[in-house]
């Protein structure tokens, strides 16, 4: 894969003198501690456009035996301003064993500032390593004033069907000149994609990704040093709708788009003209209607006329037939100027990013010389716009593409941007002024992104082509990824459009089966495809959608020529991914195991796009739940330390924060694109409270508090909300209760079991960010909700949780991971639970599981810290519904067996789910047995127990923790086995070693000897590789 110069780039670091270290200082030695693996804000890439002026600070070390890597005793960081050649900030020596989630402690970064930094640190023995190698980041514009004169831009004038606009801007480079440096600063709504000179400035796709467009936009950096050329240039810009404008409205019938499916609707905001003229000073206006306009929100007068006038003020109150604003217009405007309105960025009850925003851009390009010379270009009428190729674009329902209407060469030097310019048709291009667009709200941020990019991860070739109805071509990916389907034809002549349909199952017939992309039986549309129409290209044609996205094992095709027969090269799958690390892998004897683990491991990448996903398909929102829930699972195979930072920004702009009853309510997703705050999909605790678990799980597994620090007013908000709100003698009722479970769960249960998991962090959280006053109070609320929990729920006839006399293994599970369960009668509701997985069989076989969203992963750590892992490996061999076997027993729907996890036990609805997934903790946590001590931060004590069951005869698992990578190996014959772990530098490390009835033959060279317990021989071992026989 190509390097993004997006997103990370090489900076000349400073001086030899500053960055070597004096020899009196360094003592670098072989085979000892090495810093590696610097990151930044969780990022390793060295990124571009970082949006924090302190961020946080992280570094690994390379794996080593030797004992000097036992203990980071100190560390020091230099941290130095590139382009001034200065030292910015040295801690100096810092007596402490922490490597991640270090503050920047220097003076506040600036905008545009270029940094290079390096790490060293004093081992075990208290020598000091080498200075690592530099990396380096650079800030963004932390300051809505740097964007200077850039205005938000758009085609004036144009219909929601008329086809997607491009953009265009030339200008030239002084010829005797060099130029040193050269950033481009973009943010498009819904989506965009930049050329310089025709060229691709990144790898990146679906830039810029979700947002509240009422709050915020991201923006995106540039690296365009290389891509510009002396003389002339050109600047290209195109634009799709995303999920900033989806409208079921918008059709094509001449390709068969007549019914666009989309779950959601944008809603269509203040839209109307001056009833009367309006002088200059006027701080009310008449208005033809005021329906759609929000107090607090925009309202922009005198939209036309390529928004030479244009004003947008803030709205103050809406009477019958006036908007008043403040400050007064400066101009006067005459009656019937076109006015609009925002949506609500003070969102009370709405889904405030569902408001509807036509596609616009800003920009800005920085172009420095070598003498320190420099040039600025800006987003402003000079750009030259047209309509495109891009016929629709729809995030739900697709896009139609006629190459017939594209203009060769237009983005590149010298191309022609007159009026009179041709596409390839022959038709008039039509280029004309840009026009001047309000922003999607005055109240709107331009934002950077911490998370990393989404990009094209791998390819897939069919394994297989059907034909099973003439005219209708069949590819199948062997695998059900989330991504783009990549076209190429040849000989076809100008004028064929194909239809490329993408589907996680397939009907009776062999075609495609669409059910599990789409909602809503019918009533929210039907359509969803891509269409490509040709040029008649000579060399043949490629093609992929550039601005949306679906889940897809199969791709029907047709349209083709009667006589034309595709080949594997027709259709290429291409899946795509935000681009986080790979955190871990696992892999063992049995085939049932290893394929569990592999369904799980698509569904989570197939989720994580620019924010996590529910599906790839029928709604593609951010429901919190979705991977709070599974993070014991997800996390062991990606790292989210940058993407977690991102998802709480979501959060806390998904916050209610209307002065109304609803104050401090998160939204069941975030961005909150439909449903609001209220009712059953509104307003949901364990939904809600991922506020305060996203900054939990970045301080338990990246030793991030600074997220915590950032965010803990909006985090104590939403305690306040529901404590004001919804507990009732410290007890919650939770109207989604168990989500997809498969019997039912009390909502009582569920909600008060997340309310004490919420409140019980916030005191950590509390107490790590200096809110000491706090930390007690909510140590003592969740002391109290302990309490409430098992006065209310607890049945001591049975010996058990019930609420009204109804049991579920959920409750049971909850009460057990969540420490809610007395000691004294922990092993009676294991043993309850255990009961109930046994005897629950609504479809026959067994043992299976219930639980849903809520109750599944507790109910796996349950199990396995009850020493029960029998009983999982039992679970997963279980064929009949609801099980894992059943997701992989072969059907005509899906031949084979499904490839990623369904959304639901019986297999209805979405076939890409991570709810479900949380099984894979226990590959990871169980059979590898790697997990992270009881009380620890960022892994840096482990626990290596690795769990023996049924007919597995070896696994193998690593994990990369803040400090280095964690491995484990073990293979058993017969009543022999050997374990060989591998415990990452300036880390400690508990090892169960299996005696499966026997003993260890001999101690490793530094492993201590603790004792035996429960068919372990248990060791503590400072870091290194250690091998372990047992017979």
Same mark, same amino acid.
């Given at each position: 894969?190509?390097?993004r110069?997006?997103?990370?780039?090489?900076?000349?670091?400073?001086?030899a003198?500053?960055?070597?270290?004096?020899?009196?200082?360094?003592?670098?030695?072989?085979?000892?501690?090495?810093?590696?693996?610097?990151?930044v %804000?969780g990022?390793?890439? $060295?990124?571009?456009?970082?949006?924090?002026?302190?961020?946080v600070?992280?570094?690994?070390?390379? /794996?080593?035996?030797?004992p000097?890597?036992?203990k980071?005793?100190a560390?020091?960081i230099?941290?130095?301003?590139?382009?001034?050649?200065?030292?910015?900030?040295?801690?100096?020596k810092?007596?402490?064993?922490?490597?991640?989630?270090?503050?920047?402690?220097?003076?506040?970064?600036?905008?545009?500032?270029r940094?290079?930094w $390096?790490?060293?640190?004093?081992?075990?023995?208290?020598?000091a390593?080498d200075?690592?190698?530099?990396?380096?980041?650079e800030?963004?514009?932390?300051?809505?004033?740097? =964007?200077?004169?850039?205005r938000?831009?758009?085609?004036?004038?144009?219909?929601e069907?008329?086809?997607?606009?491009?953009?265009?801007r030339?200008?030239?480079?002084?010829?005797?000149?060099?130029?040193?440096?050269?950033?481009?600063?973009?943010?498009?709504?819904?989506?965009?994609?930049?050329?310089?000179?025709?060229?691709?400035?990144?790898?990146e796709v679906?830039?810029?990704?979700?947002?509240?467009?009422?709050?915020?936009?991201e923006y995106?950096?540039?690296?365009?040093? %290389?891509?510009?050329?002396?003389?002339r240039?050109?600047?290209?810009?195109?634009?799709?709708?995303?999920p900033?404008?989806?409208?079921?409205s918008?059709?094509?019938?001449?390709?068969?788009?007549?019914?666009?499916?989309s779950?959601?609707?944008?809603?269509?905001?203040?839209?109307?003209?001056?009833?009367?003229?309006?002088?200059?000073?006027?701080?009310?206006?008449? &208005?033809?209607?005021?329906?759609?306009?929000h107090?607090?929100g925009?309202?922009?007068?005198?939209?036309?006329?390529?928004?030479?006038?244009?004003?947008?003020?803030?709205?103050?109150?809406i009477g019958? %037939?006036?908007?008043?604003?403040?400050?007064?217009?400066?101009?006067?405007?005459?009656?019937?100027?076109?006015?609009?309105?925002?949506?609500?960025?003070i969102a009370?009850?709405?889904?405030?990013?569902?408001?509807?925003?036509?596609?616009?851009?800003?920009?800005?390009?920085e172009?420095?010389?070598?003498?320190?010379?420099?040039?600025v270009?800006?987003?402003?009428?000079?750009?030259?716009?047209?309509?495109?190729? !891009?016929?629709?674009?729809?995030?739900?329902?697709?896009?139609?593409?006629?190459?017939?209407?594209?203009?060769?060469?237009w983005d590149?030097?010298?191309?022609? !941007?007159?009026?009179?310019?041709?596409r390839r048709?022959?038709?008039?291009?039509? =280029?004309i002024?840009?026009?001047?667009?309000?922003?999607?709200?005055?109240?709107?941020k331009?934002? *950077?992104?911490?998370?990393?990019?989404?990009?094209?991860?791998?390819?897939? /070739?069919?394994?297989?082509?059907?034909?099973?109805?003439p005219?209708?071509?069949?590819?199948?990916?062997?695998?059900?990824?989330?991504g783009?389907?990549?076209?190429?034809?040849?000989?076809?002549?100008a004028?064929?459009?194909?239809?490329?349909?993408?589907?996680?199952s397939?009907?009776?017939?062999?075609?495609v %089966?669409? @059910?599990?992309?789409?909602?809503?039986?019918?009533?929210?549309?039907?359509?969803?495809?891509?269409?490509?129409?040709?040029?008649?290209?000579?060399?043949?044609?490629?093609?992929?959608?550039?601005?949306?996205?679906?889940?897809?094992q199969?791709?029907?095709?047709?349209?083709?020529?009667?006589?034309?027969?595709?080949?594997k090269?027709?259709?290429?799958?291409?899946?795509?991914?935000? /681009?986080?690390?790979?955190?871990?892998?696992?892999?063992?004897?049995?085939?049932?195991?290893?394929?569990?683990?592999?369904?799980?491991?698509?569904?989570?990448?197939?989720?994580?796009?620019?924010?996590?996903?529910?599906?790839?398909?029928?709604?593609? !929102?951010s429901?919190?739940?979705?991977?709070?829930?599974?993070?014991?699972?997800?996390?062991?195979?990606?790292?989210l330390?940058?993407?977690?930072?991102?998802?709480?920004?979501?959060?806390?702009?998904?916050?209610?924060?209307?002065?109304?009853?609803?104050?401090g309510?998160?939204?069941?997703?975030?961005?909150v694109?439909?449903?609001?705050?209220?009712?059953?999909?509104?307003? /949901?605790?364990?939904?809600?409270?991922?506020?305060?678990?996203?900054?939990?799980?970045?301080?338990?597994?990246y030793?991030?508090?600074?997220?915590?620090?950032?965010?803990?007013?909006?985090?104590?908000?939403?305690?306040?909300?529901?404590?004001?709100?919804?507990?009732?003698?410290?007890?919650?009722?939770?109207?989604?209760?168990?989500?997809?479970?498969?019997?039912?769960?009390?909502?009582?249960?569920?909600?008060?079991?997340?309310?004490?998991?919420?409140?019980?962090?916030?005191?950590?959280?509390?107490?790590?960010?200096?809110?000491?006053?706090?930390?007690?109070?909510?140590?003592a609320?969740?002391?109290?909700?302990?309490?409430?929990?098992?006065?209310?729920?607890?049945?001591?006839?049975?010996? &058990?949780?019930?609420?009204?006399?109804?049991?579920?293994?959920?409750?049971?599970?909850?009460?057990?991971?969540?420490?809610?369960?007395?000691?004294?009668e922990?092993q009676?509701?294991?043993?309850? !639970?255990i009961?109930?997985?046994?005897?629950?069989?609504?479809?026959?076989g067994?043992?299976?599981?219930?639980?849903?969203?809520?109750?599944?992963?507790?109910?796996?750590?349950?199990?396995?810290?009850?020493?029960?892992?029998?009983?999982?490996?039992d679970?997963?061999?279980?064929?009949?519904?609801?099980?894992?076997?059943?997701?992989?027993?072969s059907?005509?729907?899906?031949?084979?067996?499904?490839?990623?996890?369904?959304e639901?036990?019986?297999?209805?609805?979405s076939?890409?789910?991570?709810?479900?997934?949380?099984?894979?903790?226990?590959?990871?946590?169980?059979?590898?047995?790697i997990?992270?001590?009881?009380?620890?931060? @960022?892994?840096?004590?482990?626990?290596?127990?690795?769990?023996?069951?049924?007919?597995?005869?070896?696994?193998?698992?690593?994990?990369v923790?803040p400090? *280095?990578?964690?491995?484990?190996?073990?293979?058993?014959?017969?009543?022999?086995?050997?374990?060989?772990?591998?415990?990452?530098?300036?880390?400690?490390?508990?090892?169960?070693?299996?005696?499966?009835?026997?003993?260890?033959?001999?101690?490793p060279?530094?492993?201590?000897?603790?004792?035996?317990?429960?068919?372990?021989?248990?060791y503590?071992?400072?870091?290194?590789?250690?091998?372990?026989?047992?017979?």
């Amino acid at each position: 894969m190509k390097r993004r110069t997006a997103l990370g780039l090489s900076l000349a670091v400073p001086s030899a003198t500053l960055l070597a270290g004096s020899p009196a200082s360094a003592h670098g030695f072989d085979g000892g501690l090495r810093v590696v693996g610097l990151r930044v %804000d969780g990022r390793e890439d $060295q990124p571009l456009g970082l949006d924090s002026p302190v961020p946080v600070l992280s570094w690994r070390f390379a /794996e080593t035996s030797s004992p000097a890597a036992d203990k980071q005793t100190a560390y020091q960081i230099r941290v130095f301003d590139v382009d001034r050649d200065r030292l910015l900030w040295d801690s100096g020596k810092v007596n402490s064993a922490v490597q991640s989630g270090v503050r920047y402690g220097g003076r506040p970064l600036t905008s545009r500032q270029r940094v290079s930094w $390096q790490v060293r640190a004093w081992d075990a023995a208290k020598k000091a390593t080498d200075w690592s190698r530099a990396s380096t980041w650079e800030t963004g514009l932390l300051d809505q004033s740097d =964007w200077g004169a850039a205005r938000w831009i758009e085609y004036p004038g144009r219909a929601e069907t008329q086809p997607m606009p491009i953009f265009a801007r030339q200008f030239t480079i002084d010829a005797h000149r060099k130029v040193v440096r050269a950033r481009l600063y973009l943010s498009g709504v819904g989506m965009h994609l930049a050329t310089v000179n025709g060229r691709s400035l990144t790898d990146e796709v679906l830039a810029p990704g979700y947002s509240n467009y009422q709050l915020s936009s991201e923006y995106r950096v540039y690296d365009v040093t %290389d891509q510009l050329r002396r003389g002339r240039n050109t600047l290209g810009v195109r634009l799709g709708n995303g999920p900033a404008y989806v409208r079921r409205s918008v059709t094509n019938p001449a390709v068969g788009r007549t019914a666009p499916y989309s779950w959601w609707q944008s809603q269509l905001k203040g839209n109307g003209t001056l009833a009367g003229g309006a002088d200059a000073g006027a701080a009310t206006v008449t &208005l033809s209607s005021v329906t759609g306009y929000h107090v607090g929100g925009t309202v922009n007068v005198d939209t036309g006329g390529g928004g030479d006038n244009l004003e947008s003020r803030v709205i103050t109150a809406i009477g019958a %037939d006036s908007v008043t604003f403040t400050p007064g217009l400066s101009k006067p405007h005459p009656a019937g100027a076109t006015v609009t309105g925002s949506g609500n960025n003070i969102a009370a009850s709405d889904a405030s990013a569902g408001a509807a925003v036509t596609p616009r851009f800003i920009a800005r390009l920085e172009i420095t010389y070598a003498g320190g010379k420099e040039t600025v270009i800006v987003s402003d009428r000079a750009w030259r716009t047209a309509l495109g190729p !891009l016929i629709t674009d729809a995030w739900y329902s697709g896009s139609d593409h006629d190459a017939r209407r594209d203009q060769p060469g237009w983005d590149r030097a010298g191309s022609d !941007l007159s009026a009179a310019a041709k596409r390839r048709d022959g038709t008039v291009t039509g =280029w004309i002024a840009a026009g001047i667009a309000p922003p999607p709200n005055l109240a709107t941020k331009l934002v *950077g992104r911490t998370a990393p990019p989404i990009v094209i991860a791998d390819r897939y /070739e069919p394994v297989a082509i059907t034909n099973p109805v003439p005219g209708t071509w069949v590819f199948d990916f062997g695998q059900n990824i989330v991504g783009f389907p990549l076209l190429k034809v040849r000989g076809l002549p100008a004028g064929t459009t194909i239809r490329v349909s993408p589907a996680e199952s397939l009907a009776a017939d062999g075609t495609v %089966d669409q @059910a599990s992309l789409k909602g809503g039986g019918g009533s929210r549309g039907v359509d969803l495809f891509n269409t490509y129409t040709t040029a008649g290209l000579r060399g043949g044609e490629t093609w992929r959608p550039d601005f949306n996205y679906f889940g897809m094992q199969w791709v029907q095709v047709t349209g083709l020529p009667a006589d034309y027969v595709p080949t594997k090269e027709t259709v290429t799958g291409l899946r795509v991914q935000a /681009e986080t690390p790979v955190a871990g892998a696992v892999s063992t004897s049995n085939a049932r195991v290893n394929r569990i683990h592999k369904m799980a491991w698509y569904s989570f990448a197939g989720n994580i796009m620019s924010v996590f996903t529910d599906c790839p398909g029928r709604e593609k !929102l951010s429901y919190p739940a979705d991977y709070t829930m599974p993070m014991g699972s997800i996390h062991r195979n990606f790292d989210l330390s940058a993407y977690l930072r991102t998802h709480e920004h979501h959060l806390v702009e998904g916050q209610s924060v209307a002065d109304t009853p609803m104050r401090g309510n998160v939204a069941l997703k975030t961005p909150v694109y439909d449903w609001g705050y209220t009712g059953r999909f509104g307003d /949901e605790i364990n939904w809600g409270n991922a506020i305060i678990l996203v900054p939990g799980f970045l301080r338990q597994l990246y030793g991030d508090t600074e997220t915590a620090a950032r965010y803990y007013e909006p985090m104590v908000r939403f305690a306040d909300y529901i404590a004001r709100q919804k507990a009732v003698g410290n007890i919650v009722d939770a109207a989604l209760a168990d989500w997809v479970s498969a019997e039912p769960v009390s909502g009582k249960i569920t909600g008060t079991w997340g309310y004490y998991l919420m409140i019980k962090e916030l005191a950590e959280l509390a107490r790590q960010t200096g809110h000491q006053a706090d930390a007690a109070r909510y140590t003592a609320l969740a002391a109290d909700i302990k309490t409430a929990f098992n006065a209310t729920f607890w049945d001591p006839a049975r010996r &058990l949780y019930a609420d009204n006399g109804a049991v579920s293994q959920s409750a049971q599970a909850l009460a057990l991971d969540a420490g809610l369960v007395p000691e004294p009668e922990r092993q009676a509701v294991l043993d309850g !639970l255990i009961a109930m997985i046994y005897a629950f069989h609504p479809n026959g076989g067994g043992p299976h599981f219930s639980g849903g969203t809520i109750g599944m992963a507790p109910t796996v750590r349950a199990l396995s810290a009850g020493g029960r892992d029998d009983v999982l490996w039992d679970l997963i061999h279980s064929d009949e519904q609801p099980s894992y076997g059943y997701f992989m027993e072969s059907t005509v729907a899906n031949p084979g067996g499904m490839t990623t996890m369904g959304e639901r036990w019986n297999r209805g609805d979405s076939k890409n789910h991570m709810i479900l997934a949380q099984i894979e903790e226990w590959f990871h946590a169980g059979l590898a047995g790697i997990r992270a001590a009881d009380g620890t931060v @960022a892994y840096r004590e482990l626990v290596i127990q690795p769990k023996v069951v049924g007919d597995l005869t070896f696994v193998k698992g690593h994990y990369v923790t803040p400090q *280095g990578t964690a491995r484990s190996e073990w293979k058993r014959d017969g009543n022999r086995l050997r374990l060989t772990v591998t415990v990452p530098p300036n880390t400690t490390a508990t090892v169960h070693v299996p005696t499966l009835g026997g003993r260890v033959t001999g101690t490793p060279h530094r492993a201590k000897f603790l004792r035996n317990a429960g068919g372990y021989a248990v060791y503590q071992v400072p870091s290194g590789t250690y091998a372990f026989t047992t017979r």
